[in-house]
């Protein structure tokens, strides 16, 4: 989790840095609007994470299926990925 938020981090900076050296938005609080975009990709990367898990799950109860099918997991586990995303609303 630390390493997520980390990264988090870094993006956030330079998110904001960006948004202000191009006068794309007038930031009054950088310190504030960096936590709020840090706290924003935290929640996103979490979301992300539990789809992922979902996937793997589903993906294990079908494993017998997949390895008589000769399918690639990676494949399935994106397309299965794509369509969870989808069906919650989330972009990835």
Known sequence: MARRDQIAGRMAEAVVKRLVARKLADIKDEPRAREV???ILSENFL?????????KALLLENAKLIKDSAS??????TLAKTRLSRERGFIL
């Open 72 to 77: 690639d997991y990676q494949r399935l586990f």
């Open 47 to 55: 979301a992300e994470e539990k789809i992922e898990t979902e996937v």
């Open 37 to 39: 975009v840090r706290q």
